[in-house]
């Protein structure tokens, strides 16, 4: 049974980066699919934010390409996002999920941004 897990903090400061790592279980990440990451601002619709293969290739949203990083640690299974210069408006809930059909999903994590 694969499971994600989001983790990371809760609150960041404008202009920070924000960091979320997500581990994986049951699973290997670099054994094959797309690796996903998406958040929900309050009130709005799910955005997909970038992905990792298991190749190790990345592939970003062009609207936050230049904002977005997503790499990986093999050897803790997990793959991680951050989100540079952040804004109020980067509130959000941040979810990982797994493959083209994204058939697993972590529970998301809020991450706030306020000074």
């Known amino acids: 049974q694969v499971q994600l897990q989001e983790s990371g903090p809760g609150l960041v400061k404008p202009s920070q980066t924000l960091s979320l790592t997500c581990t994986v279980s049951?699973?290997?990440?670099?054994?094959?699919?797309?690796w996903n990451w998406f958040r929900q601002p309050p009130g709005k619709g799910l955005e997909w934010m970038g992905a990792i293969h298991y190749s190790g290739a990345t592939y970003y949203s062009p609207s936050l390409k230049s904002r977005t990083s997503i790499s990986r640690d093999t050897s803790k299974n997990q793959f991680t996002l951050q989100l540079s210069s952040v804004t109020p408006e980067d509130t959000a809930v941040y979810y990982c999920?797994?493959?083209?059909?994204?058939?697993?999903w972590g529970q998301g994590t809020l991450v706030t941004v306020s000074s």
């Open positions: 049951g699973a290997s990440i670099t054994a094959n699919s797309y």
């Open positions: 999920a797994r493959g083209i059909s994204l058939e697993v």
